[in-house]
């Protein structure tokens, strides 16, 4: 398994400001997803960020609102810019390992509160 | 149409029963793999079991099983001797091999009563 964990744990953010959230695993993995969880609701990945090359983002979500940074294989950061109380929400990280990608692992998670 | 469907939204079970979250699940692709996760109050995700549409045998991890009935297109989790702490939210995800993104159901709210 890998051990990833994430920075801030939570957070409450006036509304205009960004916060970025930092994932770090324990070892060196090529695909590391972005996921959003709103309350009651289950998983929605943001974008997939692969080192070495741009993160690519799902229907709905933008580089502009979510930029993300890879800067080598155990580390990434999602920044939500520009919050609303709509962003108000679980963030998670997560990495596959495995050739077979039959296993993926998630970080504890930031939960984010915005007024 | 719902790719994954668990159509059990909450569940009260006495403790040290046993527990069987339901799990539906829809694909043309003919190598996928299914997996279920617990997430506790605390927020996090937690890994739990997979299954491979290849895997001969139902897949088993200490008190937790797969009971996957391929035809039926069903990955029932199963949680033997339920314990307080198994109290939490279980998802099931679907892989389909063609697209390796995970694909999740809306969740299941396990109670378990004292």
């Known amino acids: 398994s890998a051990v990833i964990s994430q920075k801030p744990s939570r957070d409450i953010c006036q509304r205009g400001t960004s916060l970025t959230i930092q994932c770090q695993v324990d070892s060196q993995v090529t695909m590391m997803f972005w996921y959003r969880q709103q309350p009651g609701q289950s998983l929605t990945l943001i974008a997939t960020a692969n080192q070495g090359s741009e993160a690519t983002y799902e229907s709905g979500f933008v580089i502009d609102k979510f930029p993300i940074s890879r800067p080598n294989l155990t580390f990434s950061t999602l920044t939500v810019s520009n919050m609303s109380p709509e962003d108000s929400s679980i963030y998670l990280c997560?990495?596959?390992?495995?050739?077979?990608?039959?296993?993926?692992?998630f970080g504890p998670g930031t939960r984010l509160t915005v007024l | 149409a719902q790719k994954i469907t668990q159509t059990q939204p909450g569940m009260f079970v006495q403790e040290k029963e046993a527990v069987t979250l339901d799990c539906t699940y829809d694909t043309s692709d003919p190598s996928y793999g299914l997996f279920w996760y617990k997430q506790p109050s605390s927020g996090e995700m937690i890994f739990l079991i997979y299954?491979?549409?290849?895997d001969q045998q139902n897949a088993t991890e200490g008190r937790y099983s797969l009971n996957f009935q391929k035809a039926r297109k069903s990955a029932n989790l199963v949680i033997s001797a339920s314990q307080l702490g198994d109290s939490a939210m279980y998802f099931c995800?679907?892989?389909?091999?063609?697209?390796?993104?995970?694909?999740w159901g809306a969740g299941t709210k396990l109670i378990i009563k004292p």
């Open positions: 299954q491979g549409s290849y």
């Open positions: 997560s990495v596959v390992l495995g050739v077979s990608y039959n296993e993926q692992f």
């Open positions: 995800a679907m892989r389909e091999d063609s697209n390796y993104q995970l694909i």
